[in-house]
């Protein structure tokens, strides 16, 4: 399958409990936590531009963390809208689909 494929969205929901669903193309889903979404931000004000170093604290962020919107970005990012108010962040497909938390691509399975 092209690479191309595996990294196009065909349906991206916010679903209850804080959970961001992305359903691609070739069929497979993935779930992210919105708080493991934040926490993997790699916008200036949350990793350093320049050591890559991270900035943000993730003890510093609010227990009830939500994605509060979604908007497409370019042609294969997604912008992520947070309740905290954090807005700056930019999630390509690819890094969403590489970073899938499930058992099937943990275990390195494509
Ligand atoms: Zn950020
Ligand atoms: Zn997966």
């Given at each position: 399958m092209s690479s191309i494929v595996r990294y196009q969205a065909e349906q991206i929901m916010l679903l209850e409990p804080a959970t961001l669903l992305v359903v691609w193309v070739d069929g497979h889903e993935s779930l992210y936590s919105h708080r493991s979404l934040r926490e993997t931000c790699e916008c200036a004000s949350c990793v350093d531009?320049?050591?890559?170093?991270?900035?943000?604290?993730?003890?510093?962020?609010?227990?009830?963390?939500?994605?509060?919107a979604v908007e497409p970005t370019g042609r294969y990012g997604l912008n992520l809208k947070f309740?905290?108010?954090?807005?700056t962040g930019i999630w390509s497909l690819e890094r969403l689909r590489e970073t899938c938390p499930c058992p099937e691509c943990e275990k390195g399975v494509s």
């Amino acid at each position: 399958m092209s690479s191309i494929v595996r990294y196009q969205a065909e349906q991206i929901m916010l679903l209850e409990p804080a959970t961001l669903l992305v359903v691609w193309v070739d069929g497979h889903e993935s779930l992210y936590s919105h708080r493991s979404l934040r926490e993997t931000c790699e916008c200036a004000s949350c990793v350093d531009e320049w050591t890559r170093k991270p900035i943000l604290d993730p003890d510093s962020l609010p227990k009830n963390l939500r994605v509060v919107a979604v908007e497409p970005t370019g042609r294969y990012g997604l912008n992520l809208k947070f309740s905290d108010g954090h807005a700056t962040g930019i999630w390509s497909l690819e890094r969403l689909r590489e970073t899938c938390p499930c058992p099937e691509c943990e275990k390195g399975v494509s």
